[in-house]
């Protein structure tokens, strides 16, 4: 029921979308959006610019490594990674293992 009133859409970041009203916000960009809230604001700048480097932005993107890999990236030390490990699990994820 109600499903036919479903239309798909299309964000500006090319997401594909089902919404049944009219409000305009993509799922997906929002969720994005969560995930880094919390995320890369609590790293110190130098572990930030290491995910970033990486093409880590998302909570996401992290799962796909382990912490051993994590910490082979350059500027991102041994103290960072509880924080990580603690956003991740917040968020029902972990590191690859
Ligand atoms: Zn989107």
Sequence with gaps: MGLSKKSLRTCNKGHHYYKSSDCPICPICEQDRNFNNGF?????????????????????????????????????????????RTVLENNGLSFKR
């Design 40 to 84: 890369l604001s609590t790293l110190s700048a130098p572990a930030r610019r290491a995910l970033e480097n990486n093409g880590i932005t998302t909570l996401q993107q992290l799962t796909a490594y382990s912490e051993k890999e994590i910490l082979q990236f350059h500027g991102l030390g041994p103290a960072s990674l509880p924080k990580l």
